[in-house]
């Protein structure tokens, strides 16, 4: 006779410590999202701001490279590569914690990117249809893997033996303060959610499913691109300026993106950003070491 039992192999014995506290990692895990406040002063908001500003009246030619912009001139791409604030926002520790602890510590910046929204502007990211029905959406990095009945691997959210794990992460930074009724809005907890979302029928959808938040300027949130989100209409009599940053996990391949890194314009980023815009081969980077420091 021959006996058999199944090993069990003890996960939790990785070698991966989270720098987030056990309230955070609960918070996440059941909401899909966290705050984190006054990332930014408002002094450094608003030279934020000036700066975008300035840079929609430079004619196309003199634009500094590798910065880009659309053709309505309201969002502008790369700006860390010619502004040094960027990179401090990019980088910052506060923000990189619950990156870096989301990505298994093994971070990479997808892009870098600033948004403008005017009053009652009617763009296609406010997701509201004519008869009134509200739109939301997951993230899928503009890749379906292989096809859209497939999940893609790479922007899914798991958690494994108290190990959390979400493909990439957003981060929208409000560079203006945000009343309640406004900006991005969610409903906590889908990112975890397996079904399609019904027609829900309600009077107040706001005070029954949606969530929006205040914010003031500098505020951050992070959040799962799972989690299904949108933007609700500007009607304030000033302009919303929101910094959104992703980072995506840094082990995983191009996916068809490029725009990770300009190696002719390498030399304008720090060596600690410069090396986040890469893959990660096999090795710890910078910014984690610093975490590490922090936080462990």
């Known amino acids: 006779m021959i006996n058999m039992r199944q090993i069990q192999a003890d996960y939790n014995a ?8 056990e ?3 609960w918070y ?4 899909g999202y966290i705050i984190v406040r006054n990332v930014l002063s408002k002094k450094d908001a608003e030279y934020l701001i000036e700066k975008f500003e300035d840079w929609r009246k430079i004619p196309e030619k003199k634009l500094p490279k590798p910065l880009h912009r659309n053709l309505e001139l309201s969002v502008f791409q790369n700006m860390h590569y010619v502004e040094k ?4 926002l990019i980088l910052d520790s506060r923000i990189m914690k619950y990156v870096s602890s989301l990505l298994l510590h093994n971070p990479r910046l997808m892009f870098c990117s600033m948004i403008r929204q005017k009053k009652n502007e009617k763009k296609p990211q406010a997701r509201k249809l004519k008869n009134g029905e509200i739109v939301f959406h997951r993230d899928t990095n503009g890749y379906n893997y ?5 999940t893609n691997p790479l922007i899914g959210y798991q958690v494994v033996n108290g190990i959390m794990y979400s493909g990439y992460i957003n981060v929208s930074i409000t560079l203006v303060d945000v009343p309640g009724d406004h900006g991005i809005c969610c409903i906590p907890g889908s990112h975890k959610c397996n079904f399609n979302t019904p027609t829900i029928k309600t009077e107040t959808p706001y005070d029954d499913y949606i969530q929006s ?3 003031s ?3 951050a949130i992070v959040f799962s691109p799972n989690l299904l989100h949108t933007t609700r209409q500007w009607k304030m009599n000033y302009a919303r300026y929101t910094v959104f940053n992703r980072y995506v996990f840094g082990k995983y391949i191009e996916e068809g993106f490029t725009n990770h890194s300009f190696e002719d314009h390498k030399e304008k980023l720090s060596d600690e950003l410069y090396e986040l815009e890469k893959m990660n081969y096999m090795k710890e980077k910078k910014i984690v070491k610093r975490l590490k420091k922090l936080y462990a």
């Open 14 to 21: 990785v070698d991966f410590v989270s720098f987030m506290n």
């Open 23 to 25: 309230e955070e990692k």
């Open 28 to 31: 996440f895990d059941t909401h």
């Open 85 to 88: 604030k960027y990179q401090d």
């Open 146 to 150: 292989p096809f859209e009945a497939f």
């Open 213 to 215: 938040f205040e914010l």
């Open 217 to 219: 300027a500098g505020d």
